[in-house]
């Protein structure tokens, strides 16, 4: 009678059409009364897929925002001045040309432009490739700071040394090329960038080193046994439409308002490496929305 207990035991336990997972005597059958009196869950569950906004696919758009752009010419007047005093006793001992005459010119401006991509999804983690365009125009003074000095060679010479200099960038257009990486979260889209950055800028740099060689060694004796020679060198650098390249970084977010249409939030930090040997970067904040597809 064992194992009618355990049936009994069974009966309480499971559904009708559990039985069959256990091993029952032959022609085992449940009475009718018990038949249709229970209903308990068989097996797991199957369940369904997590649902996440779907950003997968190719989207376009457009945005405005506020640049602010910098320009280091601590550096751009070395190689003009180098050439200008190239081959002189003073330049190999002295080295006039490494005197920064210039500094940092800044400017702000609103631009606007645009952006197109396409975005692969694993569920809540998005990567992708992004083009964006800005147009920004930037008109970029450096501050001058004029040297004069008064110095002397191996030769026994003795100099005063005066250096100016002009430096300016004017730029209008940007764009980058981006890798894109985000993680969804519910509507939003946070997202970070590291890219490409290609610029266009009109850029120009001049210097003028004047001054007096005075051989006597002294800056008060000039005679006709111990002339003095005054010298001006006047140089510079100029390009239009020059092309710039540097890297961009940086991060946003993007908000779902329907299942095709977005806004957006970022900022930008763009670096650039132009000749004649100065720094230029551009940050930007900007907002915008597009379509996706």
Known sequence: MRW?????????????????????????????????????????????????????????????????????????????????????????????SQWPVLGIATGSTIGFGGFAGFNTQWQDAIVGMEANFNHAGFSLNAPTAPIGRTTSDSTGSAYTVNITGTGSMAAANFATLRLRGGWVVGNFLPYAFVGLAVGVAD?????????????????????????CYPYSFSNGSSANNQVLYGYTVGGGVDFALTANIFLRAEFEWDQFNPPPGFFANIATGRIGGGLKF
């Open 4 to 96: 009618v207990f355990r049936v009994l035991v069974m009966l309480a336990l499971v559904s009708p059409a559990a039985a069959a997972d256990f091993d029952l005597p032959p022609n085992f059958q449940l009475p009718p009364a018990a038949a249709g009196s229970f209903d308990v869950l068989r097996g797991t569950q199957t369940v369904g897929p997590a649902l996440f906004t779907r950003w997968s696919g190719f989207y376009f758009g457009g945005q405005a925002g506020l640049s602010y752009a910098g320009a280091d010419f601590s550096n751009a007047t070395q190689a003009l001045v180098a050439y200008s005093l190239r081959n002189t006793t003073l330049e190999n001992d002295v080295a006039p």
């Open 203 to 227: 850029t120009s740099v001049t210097t003028n080193v004047s001054g007096t060689q005075y051989t006597s060694g002294s800056t008060s004796v000039c005679s006709r046994s111990q002339p």
